[in-house]
Structures are given as structure tokens and as C-alpha cells.
């Protein structure tokens, strides 16, 4: 992929932000998506998941091209179709477990990453593809013992779980394994538990839920993660490939990188974007926080403050339309909606979450009297749009695909894939060649089952919540702990889902938070779509949430700063989406929910008004500052009226209104003043 002319004569003059040459060319590098090896060490460091073996020879050779029949073998399912929903599952298991141990070794020592594969492995790699092929193989039979398996169907669920549980170990670590294991304890002497008391099942039984039918480890997330989860990375992966993260860094540069505190704001809108498509905060933070950390520092932002805006605004691209993280596809399987209305309902919460990021870093730059980078030293709009505009086209098309095709989400991502590489061939810079294609495939699939596997393993909790009912007891047990109000019961569910979310990874935690706490809110009467959309928000912040925040210490990890100051940085900036929440539970229209009439667009409006207002609020007490200094009484009270307009009331939004003017009024007459 050539690199942008525009930013070229950047780097050429070696000047943006007092950058020195040998800064900007490495910054050029990031922002084309070449990451040097102490990023990639960052990467590995924070998000286990991407540390693989390296494998040199024909070891290489197999897996390249292992994971290249796998994907083809995917996308041709997508495309005309599969085999029956348990042996089409049992099989993207099977490959994703065998990958597993084909990527990742027992131990996680310096050597082990080098030294080949070691025999147990090869048997490891076997039996995982031996389980999809018994029940390709005895799939009827399978199916009509349901209930009364036969010693042989034991064996294989035992195996299947043995060996899934060990691959998730080496992925993810250890928190999602004990999790399910503390599950199956449940299920099997759940009779002996003085809460939660069940009436207990054999082992036979329960390894047979999870294996013979789709409500265990072949559930609906396995579902999600062959079709959707699988498409959306590839799509992503050939966008990357095609010269869309240059783009986005690119554009972001032009539009935003001359106002004051430009660069973060540049970093705000690259994450946003990329984030969007990639899924992975880790990864985005390392990928564009490469290209934006450095010029933030250059600006004259703090080490943990140019560290934190980067995590914020990685994390916040998960929640963000049209492409959202890998949990929206899984929530519209769940609650049985289509995916575009998912997206629709996500607009205006990631608006606001967005709008508090930005306003924060626009106050801290006019507080500490930053500018942005001089104009001349930017890619001009017209010269980045004339360059790469044309890969703005994918997007536009798969808009058009989910939105007003009549095609499945499955139809829009396949058709969507290849419009991408037949885009990229109208610039030669842009071109894709087999290998690119190749490429992508090897990619998506790496990334792909690092999500399969905590979708599987999320199956076996899944499964026994559903067979022994402690999904209905833990409601239960949330509401009598609450006292069966509605806020302290939200406070439990958003430590529950943070806490989750600090030692599982975002996937996993949404489904097991969506099954476990959703349905307490569920029965206070809040709808299923707020519920679901409250857990995943709580869920996915904990990656910049301290004591355990891998997004903001990757950041840290760039910018040398502190990591828990950078931790404790971005929970400031991303504040609003702490709170949009509480405000979606407590007023459905900011997620369009019953829109349809003229009265409920108007009140929808009328919502999103007061919350921009309280998100304003939030912001400038915050940071102490709207045009000018604000004063600590207003600061208080703007916090405050902040926290009243989370209830859409009456009373509230006028006491609201009433702290909004007064502090608009006192700035007005402060900037004036000082003019």
C-alpha cells in the first residue's frame, strides 16, 4: 500500500508540530498500519490474544495456508450455504480449537513462542477436528439420543470440553476457564447449595446439554461468531489491507488537526472510525494511538492525558454505527431484532459518549492554551478525498446493503467483501493482489477465533444457566438486593457487568452479563433493548476502567506515562458514556425505542436536546471551563444539573435548563468582560 502524497510532503518537511524528521517517518509508518516491533510488543503485552507463535518453513506454510482453506471454506458457507446448524457450528468450533493450539503454546515463556510445535499439540489439533467429524459423521444419531447419550457421545462432549477449555486458557487466560468451571460444579451439585439450590444433574447430563443440541456450546454466540463475527472482521481486514486505516488517520489529520488541541482531536475521530470496524480496543489504541500519542505529547498534552483521550476514543468505537463491535450482531441474535435496528438505536448514545470526549479535550486545550498543528503542515481535505476518497465506498455500500437492500446482514458483508477488493483496483496504490487477499483471510481467521473460542466457552455458561434456571434466581436475588429500585438495582448490574468485564474479554462478558442481569432489569419493566444495551456499555468500559484496564495501559505503554493515571484519565473523558446509560433506562427514546409517531420523534428530540445539555455540563465541570474559567459554584452545579437530566422529568430538565443558561449566561459575560 503506497503511502499518502499529501502526508509525504509532511514528513518531507519535517516540521508538524516541531516533530523532528526521523519522528514524522515513524509516525508515517503507523499511520499507514506498519507498526514497529515495540508497538507490536505494546500489543502483545496488553492483549494476550495477539501474541502467536512464529513459525518459520514449511510450519509456516501450513498454517498460512490452513487458515487461507479454512476461510474460503466460511465464506463459501455464507455465500451458498452450509450444513445443518449442529454440524456447521461443531465444525467452525473444531477449526478455531485447533488453531488455538496451533497459534498459542502451553506456556507463555520467550521460547515457547519459537521452538515449533511439540507433539501434545499435533494430538491436541487432532482430537479438536475429531469431535466435528464424529458428529458430522453421527449427526442423526446424535440428535435422537439427545437426552439419553450413548458412553460414546460422552466421551466426545467430555473431550470437546477438555479441549475447548484449555484453548480458551491459552487465549484468553485463565478468569473465562475458572467461570465455566465454577458452572459446571453448578450444574453438577448445584442440589447442594444452600442459594441458588437446583435439583442437580449427572455429569452425563450436563456435558450432553452442552454438546447435542444449540442452547450449550453450539449456541446462538457460536452462531454469530461463523457467519456475522466472521465476515465483519474480514471486512475490516481487507479495508485495513486496501489502505483504509491510512485514510481514516489521514482525513481525521485534515478535518480536525489545526483547531485547538488538534491532534487529540484527530486522535478522537481516527479511533473512532477505525474502531468501528476493528473491534479490538487494545489493538486500536496501539494501531492509531501509534500516529496520534506522539503529536498529542508535541501539542503539549500530559503523557497520561494524550494517553487516556486515545484509550477513550478506541473504546468507544465498539458502541459506535454503522459497523459496531462484535457484541451488537450477538445482541440482535438475542433479542431477535434486525441488525440496522441495533444501529439505529446505538446513534444517539454514541453520539453523546463521542460529543463528552471531544468537548473535554476542547476544554483542557483552551484551559492550558494549546493550538492545533499549523495549516500548512496538513493534508488538505481535497487532496486526501482525490487520493483515498474512493474507499469511502465500501461503507456507502454496505450502508446501502443493511439499510435499504433486501439482502440478509449475511449477503451485505459477503457482497460487501468483494465490492471492497474490486474498489481498491481502481487506484494502483490501493490495488489488492491475491496475496493482500490472502492476507486478510489469514488475519480475519486469527482474529476470528480468538472471539469463536469465548463464544464457545460463554456456551457452557450459557448452557447451564438454561438447563438448572439460576438466570431466573439471580434476577431474583439482584431485584431483593436493590429492594426492587430501579437505581440501586442498575448500580448492581454496572458493578456486576465491570467487574465481569475487567478479567473476561468484552464478547464474553456482554453474553454472560445479557443472560445473568438483563433479566432483573427486565422485570422492573425496563425493555429488553435498554437492558441489553446498559450491560453491554458497562461491559466494554471496563478495558479503561483501573484496577484492570488494558486499553488505557497499552496507551500508557506508547506514551510513557503512568498507567493507572492514564487509567483514571480516560474513566474522566469517557464519563458521559457512564452516564448515557442510566439515561437510556430512565428515558427509551434516546434509544428510538417506540418511535413511530410525530409525538415520539418529538419527545425523542426533545430527550436528546436535554442530554446533550447535561453531557455539555458534564464536560465543563469537568474540565472547569466553556469559553473561559468557570467558577467552582458553577462547576458544582453544573455537575450536579448534569446528573438531574439523566431522569427525563419535568422538574429535572428544568432545574436542568435553568443551571445550563446561568452557566452559559456567567461565560458570555466572563468572555466579554475580558475582551
Not at 388 to 401: D, E, R, T, V
Request: one cysteine or more; aromatic letters at 12%.
Amino acid at each position: 500500500m503506497a503511502d499518502s502524497e499529501e502526508f509525504k510532503k509532511i514528513v518531507e518537511k519535517g516540521k508538524s508540530a516541531n516533530l523532528s524528521k526521523e519522528e514524522m517517518e515513524e509516525m508515517l509508518k503507523a499511520a499507514s498500519g506498519e507498526l514497529t516491533a515495540e508497538q507490536q510488543a505494546i500489543i502483545e503485552e496488553f492483549d494476550r490474544e495477539q501474541k502467536v507463535r512464529k513459525f518459520d518453513g514449511w510450519l509456516h506454510k501450513f498454517y498460512y495456508w490452513a487458515a487461507v482453506l479454512i476461510g474460503l471454506w466460511h465464506l463459501y458457507c455464507c455465500a451458498f450455504g452450509g450444513p445443518v446448524s449442529l454440524v456447521y457450528r461443531s465444525m467452525h468450533v473444531g477449526f478455531m480449537v485447533a488453531l488455538g493450539f496451533l497459534l498459542y503454546p502451553f506456556k507463555r515463556s520467550r521460547d515457547s513462542f519459537r521452538n515449533g510445535l511439540p507433539w501434545y499439540d499435533w494430538l491436541l489439533i487432532v482430537i479438536s477436528l475429531a469431535v466435528p467429524a464424529y458428529m458430522a459423521g453421527n449427526y442423526i444419531e446424535i440428535v435422537y439420543h439427545a437426552g439419553n447419550p450413548t458412553f460414546v457421545d460422552s466421551i466426545v462432549a467430555t473431550l470437546l470440553i477438555a479441549t475447548l477449555l484449555e484453548a480458551t486458557r491459552r487465549v484468553s487466560g485463565m478468569p473465562l476457564v475458572i467461570l465455566s468451571g465454577l458452572f459446571l460444579l453448578y450444574g453438577l451439585y448445584g442440589r447442594y447449595m444452600p442459594v441458588f439450590r437446583h435439583r442437580g444433574y449427572s455429569w452425563e447430563q450436563t456435558i450432553n446439554h452442552l454438546f447435542a443440541n444449540t442452547e450449550g456450546i453450539y449456541g446462538t454466540s457460536v452462531d454469530v461468531s461463523v457467519t456475522y463475527i466472521f465476515l465483519f472482521i474480514l471486512f475490516g481486514a481487507v479495508m485495513n489491507k486496501s489502505g483504509m486505516g491510512q485514510f481514516f488517520n489521514d482525513i481525521a489529520l485534515a478535518l480536525a488537526g489545526a483547531s485547538r488541541g488538534g491532534p487529540a482531536k484527530v486522535s478522537v475521530c481516527a479511533s473512532a472510525f477505525l474502531g468501528s470496524i476493528n473491534g479490538s480496543a487494545v489493538a486500536n489504541v496501539v494501531t492509531t494511538g501509534a500516529f496520534t500519542i506522539p503529536l498529542m505529547k508535541k501539542t503539549g498534552y500530559s503523557k497520561e492525558f494524550a494517553g487516556a483521550v486515545e484509550s477513550a476514543a478506541s473504546v468507544g468505537g465498539q458502541i459506535l454505527p454503522p459497523v459496531m463491535g462484535a457484541a451488537a450482531f450477538i445482541m440482535a441474535e438475542m433479542l431477535g431484532m434486525k441488525y440496522y435496528q441495533i444501529t439505529i438505536a446505538a446513534a444517539i448514545p454514541a453520539i453523546l459518549y463521542y460529543l463528552g470526549v471531544i468537548l473535554q479535550v476542547h476544554y483542557r486545550a483552551c484551559r492550558m492554551g494549546l493550538r492545533g498543528v499549523a495549516k500548512e503542515n496538513l493534508p488538505k481535505v481535497l487532496e486526501v478525498l482525490k487520493h483515498s476518497g474512493h474507499l469511502c465506498l465500501p461503507i456507502l455500500f454496505l450502508l446501502y446493503m443493511l439499510f435499504f437492500s433486501s439482502f440478509t446482514i449475511i449477503y451485505a458483508a459477503f457482497w460487501s467483501i468483494l465490492f471492497t477488493i474490486a474498489v481498491s483496483w481502481i487506484k494502483p496504490d490501493t490495488r489488492m493482489s491475491v496475496k493482500d487477499c490472502c492476507d486478510a483471510l489469514v488475519a480475519a481467521i486469527k482474529e476470528t477465533c480468538t472471539v469463536a473460542l469465548a463464544c464457545a466457552t460463554v456456551g457452557i455458561i450459557v448452557g447451564v444457566i438454561a438447563k438448572t434456571g439460576f438466570g431466573l434466581n439471580l434476577a431474583n436475588a439482584i431485584l431483593e438486593m436493590g429492594g426492587h429500585n430501579l437505581f440501586l438495582t442498575l448500580m448492581f448490574t454496572m458493578v456486576t457487568c465491570m467487574v465481569l468485564g475487567m478479567g473476561v474479554p468484552s464478547i464474553p462478558a456482554y453474553i454472560i452479563t445479557a443472560t445473568m442481569a438483563a433479566p432483573a432489569l427486565a422485570k422492573l419493566g425496563i425493555p429488553e433493548l435498554a437492558s441489553h444495551m446498559f450491560v453491554f456499555y458497562f461491559g466494554m468500559f471496563a478495558n479503561i476502567t483501573p484496577p484492570v484496564a488494558l486499553a488505557s495501559f497499552a496507551a500508557a505503554g506508547l506514551s510513557g506515562g503512568d498507567p493507572m493515571k492514564t487509567g483514571w484519565q480516560s474513566m474522566k473523558l469517557a464519563i458521559a458514556g457512564f452516564i448515557v446509560p442510566f439515561m437510556f433506562v430512565y428515558c427509551k427514546e434516546l434509544l428510538l425505542i417506540g418511535a413511530g409517531t410525530e409525538y415520539s420523534y418529538w419527545h425523542a428530540l426533545q430527550v436528546a436536546v436535554t442530554a446533550i445539555m447535561g453531557v455539555i455540563l458534564i464536560a465543563s465541570a469537568i474540565e472547569g471551563w466553556i469559553f473561559v474559567a468557570l467558577p467552582m459554584v458553577l462547576r458544582v452545579a453544573a455537575g450536579v444539573a448534569a446528573l438531574l437530566l439523566i431522569h427525563s422529568g419535568v422538574w429535572t430538565d428544568l432545574a436542568g435548563l435553568v443551571v445550563f443558561v446561568a452557566c452559559m449566561a456567567q461565560q458570555f459575560y466572563a468572555k466579554k468582560k475580558l475582551a
